[in-house]
């Protein structure tokens, strides 16, 4: 495990030099059967990542966000499966703000074992598995003490498909917490394993959204499940929360499903 977590490392840096490329160029945008936006910065990110992957990890599926479920597939007696999403905020990236990420994850037995949390414009590399969760491969990382929602400064992603599909939800979610920010994508959970932040709410997410996130917030101390408080699956449209300590992640699935 030592070497895939020194060659996730490898592959998100080298990866990360082609949306640097392209950011803020004017890039062509199609949009794909479900109406998301999609550039030639997200595919040439992903095939990059996918020729590392199997370059030095032959026998190992993929699953991206572009390309879906590739190698020995999810029923094709794989033990790992990379998890790629190569631009995670294309809507970030197309308008020109910094905050896009990179997210690859590798499951065990679809299990999250090793995590990365990549910011091309920012030179931050968050990552997180068995050695424990660094930033850019240096320095430690630790969720905060927070263990009060009360005490505690919320993110809240994806509000307007919230405040669309659980008004009720958002209406809790708004009063709550000591203080709350509104954002999207990945670095709301990069924040709270660094500390930064005590939790991220977050909705309507892939799986490529989510399991690389896992195993970076738990090697910081934090918790990652969906609002049940059940552990992120190969799943569609879940819904997340992490949070710095168990206590304050039990405060927040309590809010989430009350009535």
């Not at 992957?53 to 794989?78: H, K, Q």
Request: include cysteine.
């Amino acid at each position: 495990m030592q070497d895939r977590q020194e060659a996730l490392l490898e592959f998100v840096d080298r990866a990360a030099e082609v949306p640097r490329r392209y950011f803020r160029g004017g890039v062509d945008i199609a949009l794909k059967a479900d109406e998301t936006p999609v550039t030639i910065a997200d595919r040439e990110t992903e095939t990059v990542l996918r020729e590392a992957i199997a370059a030095r990890f032959p026998g190992d599926a993929i699953l991206g966000e572009e390309f879906g479920d590739t190698g020995r597939g999810r029923d094709g007696g794989s033990r790992f499966r990379w998890v790629i999403d190569p631009i995670d905020g294309t809507r970030s990236f197309i308008t020109g703000m910094p905050l896009y990420g990179m997210l690859v994850g590798l499951l065990e037995r679809d299990r999250p074992v090793l995590g990365a949390i990549a910011m091309p414009e920012l030179g931050e590399v968050y990552s997180g598995g068995p050695a424990g969760a660094m930033l850019n491969g240096s320095h430690p990382l630790r969720t905060s003490s927070a263990t009060r929602l009360a005490d505690a400064f919320v993110y809240i992603n994806e509000a307007d498909k919230i405040i669309r599909d659980r008004p009720r939800v958002f209406d809790r979610l708004n009063r709550a917490g000591r203080d709350r920010r509104f954002s999207c994508d990945c670095y709301p959970h990069a924040l709270v394993a660094a500390g930064h932040v005590d939790a991220c709410v977050d909705y309507q997410l892939q799986p490529y959204d989510y399991l690389p996130l896992v195993p970076v917030i738990e090697a910081a101390g934090g918790v990652v499940t969906d609002w049940q408080g059940r552990p992120p699956a190969l799943a569609s449209d879940v819904a997340v929360v992490s949070a710095a300590t168990p206590a304050l992640h039990a405060e927040l699935i309590r809010l989430l499903n009350e009535g």
